[in-house]
């Protein structure tokens, strides 16, 4: 299916696209596509050959037993930290050299090597009262 751009392919691109700063479950999306959502089935199994071919990205909900849902076609997500707000679950991509630097460190005094695209640091964000 990875090859092929369905309607329902297409939606939830579009949709997840349109939401870049959120995770969201396969039941959120499904709920959220309306009259565009192909069969709940189909929508796990287009997650789940997006996720394969790297335009979404899928981890634990640390808040159920299920999956979140990101797109992440050439945000390049295997390459840095994550921020997620424990308030209102934006999710922020930090590209920044301080996560490069401290990667290093890491490796270089505790010989751990860091996965920055499973890296998500959690607090809250400028809006939902977190500190600048």
Known sequence: MANYSTKGKRAIIEY?????DRQMSAEDIFASLGENAPGQSSVYRILSSMTKS??????RDEGGDGFVYQYAQNMGCDKHFHLKCV??????????HVSDELISHIYAEHGFMIDSG??????RCAACGGAK
């Open 16 to 20: 997840l696209k349109n939401n870049p």
């Open 54 to 59: 790297g335009e979404v990205r899928r981890e």
């Open 87 to 96: 308030e209102c679950g934006k999710v922020v991509h930090l590209h920044c």
């Open 118 to 123: 499973k890296t998500v640091l959690y607090g």
